[in-house]
Each structure stands twice: as structure tokens, then as C-alpha cells.
């Protein structure tokens, strides 16, 4: 059914900033993440700029400086093969089933097509019974899986997610887990926020490590857990960087 | 956050005793839109021919219509629609074009709405006369004088309270030449004793039996009327008390769309022996309220 | 006291005897009012919707022109639509002045700004909500209008209601566009006006009570359909 998707992918970002009342919170991005490895994960300290951060590379906030650009495309352009599961995932006052419907017909799905689609869906994230509920009596968790079965519903070439497991159940987090690990072995590429290391040591491929608003280390997963070569990482490893103390150094040392 | 968002009531709304209402509900909105879309309230009768007969509230309030008109409607089919506001009102839709004929009493208007070419002709239809009503008690002691003018002096002098129309309605603009025949003007008086309603007869009547106060009052609406209060019929027969009503055709040639024949034929019929004995019949409670004078 | 006693002896005697006259009178105002609501929520959600989605110069003044509509006077309404269908009017040639097509422009003009003022805030909100999610599916403008609408259709219900009870209320301008003329364009408040201005009182107020009643009844009857509908579709 997907339409022939252009290639969106690698994604560059060259010297890419934005502010929020008046305060500059992302600054100097400067980065390439490819189509592979498949899951690259963003992480850092509460008030990074994690967020804001897949917002601005799926294009929801505009750069105010600098560029995005998606394989010779504007990020507007780029939308139509990206999806995105928010933190606190917003439920359409529709049935579970009939939320997954919309994506589907955002898409241009054919009816006929739908059912078929959508029950796959909902079986694959564990909310095959819960098909005619009200989406916004779910649960929290069953919520979570609901936006990832919706999200997964328009086929995206990107998956954006933000903090996809925090305040989920371990089962239901496994469950989420093993979904993406699946989508990004079939293809998809995902950009990940966590504030689970444990949990980032376990899926990612690679790591971007953000500290207010900067890149400060980008490494494949394996060396960068062994070995982080910035000094804020090191810290925030260990569980050092405590986000209410200012660090000595006004931006942080390190490379 | 999420749990708040499960509806108060909604398991009430789940159990199955709940179906019949909802089923009640969509069953009596459906007769309602039936009843509303094919019931015929208001929509008239397309097939018999209308006129459209710009009058006064007065005359409609007294009555007079719903006993003539269906008398009329029976001899020659045609239906009247009576549109009733105050006399300025009236001549203006007839000025505008928007009532085929006019019926109003009010001798200088009619006759210059004739001479400026908006009306064919003006014809009178009928009298009747205006009266003075007041509190049983009299304060102003007008009870015995034969003067209308007289009258309207002791209520001035007095400063009783005199509920005016106000509205530029045949019965206001008679007021007014009563009181210049009197000698006196009540204007500067306005918000004291003297109180203009800038209403209908009906809605003055109302105000003036609430405070109290008098009125000059057509006989027509004075007598069907129904809020009487404690007011009581206090002066009456002057000459100058007596009101002419005419029928005057719009003009076709100032305005081509107006119903000329069948506008000329209720104006014939109400000149006619049967539209007259109409008009005379009319009374109520023994008491005639027009009198026909052709 | 007697005066509310007798409205409402006035008012059972008139619902009992089935007068025909009554009838007609009430299938009349809702026929009119209905219908002008019909139209006004067909024409006034959108334009609500729109304005709660879009961010144009001069959002802010047409927000503030529609509120301030909701507060037409009636009888200027009335007075205004007079004009505009008198024979010696711009459209007189539709002969419509009189009519109970008449009235039902006058009624879909009083009940508009409300539509489009409580459209607008309520999608407002609604749009708050989704307007990030929208965003993230790419959905058009139109799309995000349609399911501004549909999601919200049960609270929207409350500006429609609010509009058909300013419309079956009013006499304003139903009196000056319809001339409240006896089996044509006599409707409940035009007739409560009439019996007024005839001196009975206790007529009247019946009537009121009558249409209160009403009213009562199809508010009633939105509220369960609304739950109806809410059970049946889960919100």
C-alpha cells in the first residue's frame, strides 16, 4: 500500500538551534543519523532537550538557526513517512480500533482494507480485546501501546519515541520493547528518547548523548557505554550529573 | 489523569434497563421532524388568491378581523392576510410596497398618502369613536363634563396620571389635536404625569390600568379588551371623539406587483350591503364596536 | 397570584381541548426555529472550526465581532431583514417578506455568531489538545477540521441547543419580518405578544408555560440522545 517513499534518510542537522522564551535550548546541532544502525537513542539529563530535540528533527518546531534536512528534504515534506509516539500520547474520543482507523485513513487506506489492518494492529500490541473501548478509558500503558499500534499503522519509514516505557508496567514495557526491536529489524528506522540506561544499553545501536541543548557525544552504543569520551557522559553514567546543581564549567567540559 | 477521564454515571449508562430511553428519546424526536417537516402549521393556502392588508393593531386587538374576514374569504375565496401595526407602520409598508391595501384611520395621512400617488383612492368603511378611560374614582373630576376638551384641561391642571401611545398611531396624532384643543401641551410634562408608552393600545391599556391612569382609547380594543383593572369608561360622545377608518387600494401603477383585482374586491365588499352588515354585527357583549357607513 | 393560577388553568385547558389553533401555532415555531438552527449549525461549526484552527491578522477582532453578536438585539435583526426583503428592498423581488421563510433568515442570522462563538471556543480547546498529534499524522487543515467536529460533536451540541433556545424565544424578530398574521406566521411568542397587548394576561402566560414546556421537553430529549449517542459511540 505505502507510497513510494523517497528516500528521507540520512538526516542532517548543520548548526540547527531554537529558543524558548527568549532562552536558547537547543544550540549548535550539528549531526548526521543514517538509515543504519537502526535504533539510535537519545539520551541525557532531565531538561536537555530531548523532546524538543524529535520535535524539531520530525518537524513539529521550526529551526530557528541552522538546518534540518532529510535526505535533500524539508522536514514538512519529510512528515508524511515519519510517526511519532509522544510521551503523553493524546487519544482521539474514539474507540481504540477507531483511532487506528484515522491513521489508517490519513494514509489513504481503502476501507475494505482497514479491518484487516487495524486488527493486526491491535492484536500485535496486546489490545485485541479492547477494541471498542474508548481510547481515552484506557489505561495508561494500554494508552502507550495504542499510540505505538497508531503510529505503527502509517507505515514510517522513522519512528520517533519519546520515553515510549517510562511509567509502564515491566510486562507491558517488554512487550513495547520487543515491537520496536521487531519494526527496526523490518526496516524502520528509529530515533528513541530514554531516560533508562539499562534500558538503552539493552536496544540501542547507537547513542546521542545531549546535555542543555548541546550534542555532546555521538558513538556507537558499544564503545560509548564502555568508554564515553565527554566528561558530562562519564558523569551522567555513573549517575554523577545531578540536574540541579550546576556543573562548574558554564557549558561542560569535555569535547 | 487517565482514570478522571472515565465518565461519572457511565456504568449507569451501560446497563440495558438504560436502552429504553433512548429508544423513547429517537422515537418522539422522529414524529417531532415529522410533524415539523409535513405538518402544515402556518403554511397557508397557496391555491386560494392572498391580499395583503396593512391595518392598525387596534383594529386587529378589537376583533373585527377574525368576525369579517371569514365572512368574506366565504363569498369570494379570497384570503386576507392582515398585518397589524401601528397607523406610521402601516402606511409605510403600503408606501413600500409591501401590503396591497391599506386600512388605517387616520384622515390626513390617508388623504396625502392618495395625493402622493402611492394609493388609488381612499373610501370610508366605518366609525367608531374614541373614549376616555380612567380610575373608577376620578380624581380629575372629568366624569360629568360633555367637553372633550374640558376634559383634557382638568387632567392637565390636576397633573393626574395620562398614559399617552406615543407611536405616531392614529390614536396618538388624535391625542395630540385634543390636547392643542384644549390648550394645553402635555410634552413638557413627559415622565411626570403625562407618559408615553410608545406602544400599542393593548400594551398602554395594560400600563395605564397597572398605574392607574388615563387613557384615550378606541371603543374597539377598550371593549375586548381584557386587563380592564380598575379602569372605567369616563368620557365619551364629543364629537370630535368620532373615528373615521378608510380603505384606500396601493397604487398599481406606483407599485405593479400589488393584487389589484382582488384587492379592489375586498375593498368593494367591504363597501358593499354584506360587508357592511359585516362590520355592524360585530359586537361583543351587546355592544357594537364599528359603525358602517356607506 | 390568581394571574399565574389562571395561566396555568388557561394553559391545561388550551393543551386539553387540542385546539387546533395551538397546534398549529406550535408546529410553526418549531418549524421555523428548527430549521433556522438547521442551517445556522450547517454554516456556523465550520466557519467556527476554522477560526479555531486558523491563525490569520485579524483572528483576534473576528472572535471578538462574534461575541459580540451573540448579542443582537432581535429586533434588529428583524428590522434589518425587513429592509433587505421589502418590495421597495434590494430583495423584494423574491417576495419573501411575510413569510415563514422570512423569519427563518431572521432566526439563522440571531442564532450564527452564537454557533460560530461557542464552535470556536470549544474546537479552541479541543484543539489544544490534538493539534500536536494532527501535526505529527501530517493531516490537512480540512482533515483536522473534520475531526475537530466529530470529536467534539457532543459538546458542540450544547452551542446548538443554546442557539435554538435564543431562536424559539425571541419575538423580536419573527413580529417585524413575519407580521404575526393569524394561520401563516403566528408563532408561540408572537402569539404570547398578541394575547398580551389584548389585556389577557392569564392567555399569555399560559402560552409561556406552553412553550416553556417545550423547550423543557426538547432539551430533555437532547440530553438523553446525547447519552444514547455517547453509549453508543464510546468518547
Not at chain 1, 501501546?145 to 511509567?167: G, I
Not at chain 3, 461575541?67 to 431583514?81: E, F, R, S, T
Request: charge should be neutral.
Amino acid at each position: 500500500m505505502s507510497l513510494s517513499v523517497p528516500d528521507i534518510l540520512p538526516l542532517t542537522l548543520r548548526g540547527a538551534g531554537l529558543s524558548r522564551g527568549g532562552k536558547r535550548v537547543l544550540k549548535d546541532l550539528d549531526c548526521t543519523i543514517g538509515p543504519a544502525p537502526s535504533k539510535t537513542f537519545l539520551i541525557g539529563p532531565n531538561g536537555a532537550g530531548k523532546s524538543l530535540f524529535l520535535k524539531l528533527c520530525h518537524g513539529l518546531v521550526p529551526a530557528e538557526n541552522g538546518s534540518v534536512d532529510w535526505g535533500g528534504h524539508s522536514p514538512e515534506s519529510a512528515k508524511p513517512y515519519q510517526a511519532m509516539v509522544f510521551q503523553r500520547p493524546v487519544m482521539l474520543r474514539r474507540s481504540a480500533a477507531a483511532n487506528i482507523d484515522f491513521a489508517l485513513s490519513l494514509r489513504g487506506v481503502p476501507h475494505r482494507d482497514r479491518p484487516d489492518r487495524r486488527n493486526a494492529l491491535l492484536r500485535r500490541t496486546g489490545l485485541g480485546r479492547l477494541a471498542n473501548v474508548s481510547a481515552r478509558a484506557l489505561s495508561f500503558g494500554e494508552q502507550q501501546r495504542l499510540a505505538l499500534a497508531r503510529a505503527l499503522a502509517t507505515e514510517p519509514r522513522v519512528l520517533f519515541l519519546d520515553e515510549p516505557t517510562a511509567s509502564l508496567d515491566p510486562a507491558a514495557a517488554y512487550l513495547v520493547e520487543s515491537i520496536i526491536n521487531e519494526v527496526a529489524v523490518a526496516g524502520t528506522k528509529i530515533i528513541m528518547s530514554s531516560h533508562d540506561l539499562v534500558q538503552t544499553r539493552r536496544m540501542a545501536d547507537e547513542v546521542i548523548f545531549l546535555h542543555r541543548g548541546r550534542i555532546k557525544e555521538f558513538r556507537a552504543a558499544g564503545p560509548f557505554f564502555e568508554e564515553p569520551e565527554n566528561d558530562l557522559a562519564r558523569d551522567f553514567l555513573e549517575g554523577k550529573l545531578l540536574w540541579w546543581r550546576r556543573s562548574d564549567c558554564p557549558d561542560g567540559g569535555g569535547s | 489523569m487517565v482514570a478522571a477521564l472515565r465518565l461519572p454515571g457511565r456504568g449507569w449508562l451501560m446497563s440495558g434497563e438504560r436502552r429504553p430511553v433512548g429508544i423513547v428519546s429517537l422515537a418522539v424526536l422522529t414524529v417531532l421532524a415529522g410533524l415539523i417537516l409535513f405538518g402544515n402549521g402556518g403554511s397557508g393556502r397557496a391555491d386560494s388568491p392572498v391580499i395583503t392588508v396593512a391595518s392598525t393593531t387596534s383594529t386587529q386587538n378589537s376583533g373585527l378581523f377574525d368576525h369579517i374576514l371569514p365572512l368574506f374569504k366565504a363569498e369570494t375565496g379570497i384570503t386576507v392576510r392582515v398585518v397589524a401595526v401601528g397607523t406610521g407602520a402601516a402606511i409605510r409598508l403600503a408606501k413600500s410596497g409591501d401590503a396591497d391595501v391599506l386600512l388605517v384611520h387616520h384622515k390626513p395621512s390617508e388623504e396625502a398618502f392618495v395625493s402622493e400617488g402611492f394609493g388609488e383612492a381612499r373610501h370610508p368603511v366605518m366609525v367608531n369613536d374614541f373614549v376616555i378611560v380612567g380610575p373608577r374614582d376620578d380624581p380629575a373630576g372629568i366624569n360629568s363634563l360633555g367637553d372633550v376638551a374640558a376634559a383634557l384641561k382638568r387632567i392637565a391642571d390636576s397633573r393626574s396620571i395620562f398614559l399617552s401611545r406615543g407611536d405616531e398611531s392614529g390614536t396618538h396624532k388624535r391625542e395630540r389635536e385634543l390636547w392643542a384643543a384644549a390648550g394645553r401641551d402635555p410634552e413638557e410634562a413627559s415622565g411626570t404625569w403625562y407618559r408615553k408608552t410608545g406602544s400599542g393600545m393593548g400594551a398602554t391599556l395594560n400600563i395605564g390600568a397597572a398605574m392607574n391612569g388615563y387613557t384615550l382609547a378606541d371603543r374597539g380594543t377598550w371593549l375586548s379588551f381584557g386587563n380592564k383593572g380598575d379602569l372605567v369608561v369616563l368620557h365619551e360622545g364629543d364629537a370630535r371623539l368620532i373615528n373615521e377608518y378608510g380603505v384606500i387600494l396601493v397604487s398599481p401603477d406606483r407599485h405593479p406587483h400589488v393584487d389589484a383585482t382582488p384587492g379592489r374586491a375586498f375593498i368593494d365588499w367591504l363597501r358593499s350591503e354584506q360587508g357592511q352588515r359585516a362590520i355592524n354585527s360585530f359586537s361583543i357583549g351587546g355592544e357594537r364596536l364599528f359603525t358602517a357607513v356607506q | 397570584m390568581d394571574a399565574f393560577i389562571d395561566a396555568f388553568t388557561a394553559a391545561f385547558h388550551l393543551i386539553a381541548s387540542g385546539d387546533e389553533d395551538l397546534a398549529a401555532i406550535i408546529v410553526l415555531s418549531l418549524k421555523v426555529t428548527v430549521t433556522a438552527v438547521f442551517i445556522a449549525a450547517l454554516v456556523g461549526m465550520p466557519i467556527g472550526g476554522l477560526i479555531a484552527l486558523s491563525d490569520f491578522r485579524g483572528r483576534r477582532f473576528l472572535i471578538v465581532l462574534f461575541n459580540a453578536l451573540m448579542g443582537l438585539p432581535p429586533v434588529v435583526v428583524g428590522l434589518i431583514v425587513y429592509l433587505l426583503l421589502s418590495r421597495s428592498g434590494p430583495f423584494g423581488v423574491l417576495n419573501l417578506l411575510f413569510t415563514p421563510t422570512a423569519m427563518i433568515i431572521a432566526q439563522v442570522i440571531l442564532v450564527l455568531p452564537i454557533v460560530v462563538a461557542l464552535t470556536r471556543q470549544i474546537l479552541e480547546a479541543l484543539w489544544g489538545e490534538y493539534r500536536e498529534t494532527l501535526e505529527s499524522f501530517s493531516a490537512s487543515p480540512l482533515q483536522c477540521l473534520a475531526v475537530l467536529l466529530w470529536d467534539g460533536r457532543f459538546l458542540l451540541v450544547t452551542g446548538v441547543l443554546a442557539g435554538f433556545g435564543r431562536a424559539i424565544a425571541e419575538v423580536g424578530a419573527v413580529m417585524i419580518v413575519g407580521g404575526n398574521i393569524d394561520q401563516m406566521t403566528r408563532v408561540m411568542t408572537t402569539a404570547i405578544a398578541l394575547e398580551a397587548s389584548k389585556g389577557d394576561l392569564a392567555l399569555a402566560l399560559g402560552l409561556g408555560l406552553i412553550l416553556l414546556s417545550i423547550s423543557l421537553i426538547l432539551n430533555l430529549l437532547a440530553q438523553s440522545l446525547r447519552a444514547v449517542g455517547e453509549r453508543w459511540s464510546p468518547v
